[in-house]
């Protein structure tokens, strides 16, 4: 299939969640995108890139999704366009932070029906392929589940699909009869310590780091590491989001939807890496993932623009001091990075991280490889104007180093 043509719509269709309804107003006040790179060497051209997410985004609709209708009516359609691969040099970019990596800041506007999802092909000595989505159309699962069927359509293997149009609320709703207690109550701390904004427009920064060693446990001793890091500065409580992946635990189900649920554990002085692992454990045991925000029986009915001007009225506060809404950090781990997963006849991928959305105080995507650690910190820029998150990340490598 030649890169110019492109399937007819399928019927899928899917109703926007609140969950996804709440992270497109995320995106109003500043860009909510996932991100995923590979990295690795061959001769991949942009044609077979291209002509393999055609045939990966027509077995899994929900990458060639638009918005239509408003309110608690919104829903995500096919629209039959497959993402587009763009073929783009990046000469100052080396992929560890953001400079130089203008193209990402490219917003992907889905209130006026633009597309949810793209491709970057930046050819070199180290081939890199960048895939953005949508974080109110897809979550992080759902992006890695849709790269490795387009690598599967590269190594002419079938792809595995998805056109369940199950929502992240539907299946919560089948749990609230199991759901035991109500999820930790905290005033979170950031990290870091904000430097002064003097009105500036939020930006968000971030950093890759590779530790030289595969290390066992790591969500955890990240949570560990950066509550002691924050009480170094400031006295307070300090938490995380630690995201829950439904699929396969709640339901036996293929998505590229959000099936992501939430548990939040708090660190305190004397917690453990091992104590935050009983929390996430007896989280997932009382079905905490599956509680529904009482503020998510509204989010539906409340229009995009107050919604999104609620946020960045509060932003300041919510970001940047003690509070009860957002915690210090979200902490993912996307598990054992797997070559075969990510290669191809074309392409040897090397590594695929994960670069995280930008939202919250702070947000850390880890990836583990047999023989060393990928690490992404994502953080407002305020919290880097003096070099605060680049401290923290010394402090890091050497804590893990040592």
């Known amino acids: ?71 608690g009516f919104s829903k995500w359609v096919d629209s039959g366009l497959a993402p587009v691969v763009h073929e783009i040099d990046t000469p100052h970019w080396d992929c ?21 999802c793209d491709l970057y092909l930046i050819p070199g000595k180290t081939i890199r392929i960048v895939v953005r989505v949508l974080h109110a159309a897809m979550d992080a699962r759902g992006l890695q589940h849709f790269v490795k069927d387009i690598f599967r359509v590269l190594r002419n293997e079938p792809p595995i699909g998805s056109f369940s149009s199950l929502t992240d609320t539907e299946v919560r709703l089948r749990f609230q009869d199991s759901i035991q207690g109500q999820p930790v109550e905290m005033e979170c701390m950031p990290i870091l310590q904000p430097s002064a ?12 780091i590779i530790i030289n060693k595969n290390i066992g446990n790591m969500l955890p001793k990240m949570a560990v590491f950066l509550a002691q890091h924050a009480r170094a500065h400031s006295a307070g409580e300090v938490g995380f989001t630690i995201p829950v992946d439904m699929r396969g635990l709640r339901t036996d189900v293929d998505t590229t939807a959000n099936m ?41 009915w409340i229009p995009m623009s107050i919604l999104s001007k609620d946020m960045r009225n509060n932003a300041d506060n919510l970001l940047y001091e003690k509070n009860k809404v957002i915690p210090s950090g979200g902490i993912v781990s996307m598990g054992m990075f ?56 010394e402090d890091f490598r050497r804590a893990m180093s040592a």
């Open 96 to 116: 560890f932070s953001e400079r130089g990596a203008e193209f990402m800041d490219t917003p992907f506007d889905a209130l006026h029906g633009d597309a949810v």
């Open 338 to 393: 797997k070559s075969e997963d990510y290669s191809c006849p074309q392409f040897k991928a090397s590594t695929c991280i994960g670069i995280p959305g930008s939202v919250g105080k702070m947000n850390v995507v880890i990836m583990n490889h047999p023989e060393h650690t990928e690490v992404v910190f994502s953080t407002p820029a305020a919290f880097n104007k003096n070099g605060q998150l680049d401290r923290l990340i």
């Open 1 to 71: 299939m030649s890169s110019n043509q492109h399937p007819k719509p399928s019927s899928y269709s899917r109703r926007m969640s609140a969950t996804e309804r709440f992270s497109l107003a995320i995106n109003e006040l500043y860009r909510y995108n996932i991100v995923a790179l590979a990295e690795g060497h061959g001769s991949i051209t942009h044609k077979a890139l291209q002509d393999a997410v055609i045939v990966a985004a027509e077995k899994n609709p929900g990458a060639r999704v638009r918005l239509k209708s408003f309110l």
């Open 197 to 208: 904004r003097d009105g500036e427009k939020l930006s968000y920064v971030w950093r890759r």
């Open 260 to 300: 992501t649920g939430y548990l939040r554990v708090k660190v305190d002085s004397d917690t453990t890496a091992r104590s935050v692992m009983q929390q996430i454990n007896q989280g997932i045991k009382n079905h905490l993932d599956c509680v529904i925000p009482p503020i998510f029986k509204w989010v539906p």
